[in-house]
Every structure is written in C-alpha cells, then in structure tokens.
C-alpha cells in the first residue's frame, strides 16, 4: 500500500493536467486506509504492551529508562495515530473541512491524556487483579462492541466482515473514542466519557484500597491517583479546546459551517434509477476503466474502504 501510494503521488506529478486529479485523490483515498490500517495495528499492539508495562512498573515499584521510554513511545504512537488518522480522513474528502495542524497537535493532546490515564488505570488494577482485570476488560469490550453494532456501520462488503470490523473498533473503544458513525457525536461521545471517568474511578479507588503497601508507600499510591484524575482532566480540557476553537466546522458554541467546503448546495441534476446510489460499498476496485482508458475517472470510484461514508442527500 506505501509503494501503491507512492506511485499515484508520482502519477499526480507526472500525468498531464486534466489527470492529475483522478490520480491525486486515488492517492488520498490510499492515504486514509493505510492510516486505517496502521491505527487498528497500533491499538493491537502498542495498546496492550503500554498496559504490560506499565503493570510491571507498579509492581515493581521502579521505572527502568528503557521501560520507560518504551511505555512513552507506545503512549505517543497511540494518540499520533489517532489523530493522524482523522486529518488524512478529513483531507481525502471533499465534503469536509480540513484539519489544521494546531487542530492536529490538540487532538495529539487530548487523546494523550485520555489514553495515559486509562492505561495507568488499567496498570494499578491489573498489578492487583488480574483474574478480575481480564473479566473488565472482556466485559467492557462485549458492551462496546455490541454498541458500534447497534448504530449500524456501513464500511464493508458484507455483514460478517462488518461484524469483524465493529469487533476490532471495539478494541480502540478500551482505550479511547473513536467516532465511527457520520453525524453529531456529542452526545454519543459524552456517553463515551461518563463511562469512561466512571471506570477509572472504580478501577483506581479499588487498587488504592487493596495496593501492597510492602512495595508502595502511601505517599506514592496518592501520586499515581492524582496522576490519573489530572491527567484524565487535562485530556478533557485539551478536548474543549479543539471543539471550542479549533475544530474544522468551526466552534462549538458559535456558527457552524456544515462542514462542507461549497457554500450553495449544487442542484440535483438528473438522475436515473440505476445509477441512484444512495449506499455505495467501500471496497471498490483500486483500477477503474476510466483510468485504463487514459481518461480522469470520477472521485467515487475509488471510495476507500474505511472512510465515514458521508449521509445521503
């Protein structure tokens, strides 16, 4: 896929005029799944490995520099990922406004402070239950992975794999929020958040009351607790500030700009019932006869597989 994208970047270069935008936006849509696809291995893997260590810190009451760079690389690689992945989704569109990167860099914060004080949650609870631990974590998953499928996702080919998908996105919602739905999320998002405050609380109040008090001194217990609330709470802050002052609709509380980049609707032309898509499928193929031909091919014909597919007029 990075060799793939490499050669319609070129392509967008080199082509003559009227073909250099088929093949820059073949390139945009490339861009988004492998973001897609790089998020979903990061939350695979450096998710998990970031609560491991950080459990093995707690226990052990001591922070070697080479743990601890790697569990701040793994914490990094999380929020850069989530927030790479929403200004490339954003730039392959041009139904939305794009990204900033003062918006990029708060969203960096916001979900680095979010997902730091649910991992050193998660690492002070395993580091004394671990039966229970894995019994929260399966539990919260199932109830994630049940709500993504309730609000009817729309990103792949058939139903059995978009049960795949909504079961991995329910792996990112351990950790973080992810909207996956075209749409106000507000609401859904300060759901998310109730829950997620509710958990760390119950999580840390439980370690603090059970903690080996052999290998941590109560002192010490009280720094990781005021760690997670003020870190849950500065990911919060930052969360306002990116809806407030930088989100690409323009501020929370002030005018919206719909998100779209034309300011008059176009009118509808005509449209015959075959060509009425409503619902298109992602996964469409990456050649296009237009492309073949030697002639531009449309922008739709090569929607990505995981874009938030945009609502029907």
């Known amino acids: 896929r990075y060799l793939r994208t490499l050669y319609l970047g070129l392509q967008s270069r080199w082509q003559a005029e009227h073909r250099r935008r088929h093949f820059y936006w073949r390139m945009m849509f490339e861009s988004a799944d492998i973001s897609m696809l790089r998020l979903l291995e990061t939350?695979?893997?450096?998710?998990?490995q970031l609560v491991l260590?950080?459990?093995?810190?707690?226990?052990?009451?001591?922070?070697e520099p080479l743990q601890g760079l790697?569990?701040?690389?793994?914490?990094?690689?999380?929020?850069?990922?989530?927030?790479?992945?929403?200004?490339?989704?954003?730039?392959?569109?041009?139904?939305?406004?794009?990204m900033s990167y003062k918006g990029a860099v708060v969203q960096i914060l916001w979900h680095l402070f979010t997902i730091a004080a649910r991992a050193i949650a998660f690492a002070l609870f395993a580091s004394v239950f671990q039966l229970y631990f894995g019994i929260f974590i399966v539990t919260h998953w199932c109830i994630m992975t049940f709500w993504i499928i309730q609000g009817e996702t729309d990103f792949c080919m058939s139903k059995w794999e978009e049960i795949i998908y909504n079961m991995v996105v329910g792996i990112i919602y351990i950790f973080c929020w992810f909207n996956v739905k075209e749409g106000r999320s507000r609401y859904r998002m300060c759901i998310y958040y109730v829950i997620t405050l509710s958990e760390n609380a119950a999580l840390t109040v439980l370690w603090f009351l059970y903690y080996d008090r052999k290998t941590t001194s109560d002192f010490d217990a009280l720094?990781?607790?005021?760690?997670?609330?003020?870190?849950?709470?500065?990911?919060i802050f930052f969360m306002f500030i990116y809806y407030c002052l930088l989100h690409p609709n323009g501020p929370m509380f002030g005018p919206q700009t719909g998100g779209c980049i034309f300011r008059q609707r176009p009118a509808p032309g005509p449209v015959s019932p075959a060509e009425a898509v409503t619902s298109p499928p992602r996964s469409l193929p990456r050649t296009t006869g237009g492309e073949q031909d030697g002639a531009p091919g449309e922008r739709d014909s090569c929607v990505p597989a995981f874009q938030v597919r945009p609502c029907p007029p």
Do not use: H, T
Request: some cysteine; proline content about 3%; glycine content about 2%.
């Open 223 to 235: 720094i990781l607790v005021c760690v997670v609330s003020s870190s849950f709470a500065l990911g």
């Open 70 to 98: 790697s569990a701040s690389a793994s914490l990094l690689s999380l929020a850069w990922m989530i927030a790479s992945y929403q200004k490339v989704l954003r730039d392959s569109r041009e139904d939305k406004m794009p």
């Open 53 to 63: 260590q950080l459990s093995i810190m707690v226990q052990q009451n001591s922070i």
């Open 43 to 48: 939350f695979l893997k450096s998710a998990p």
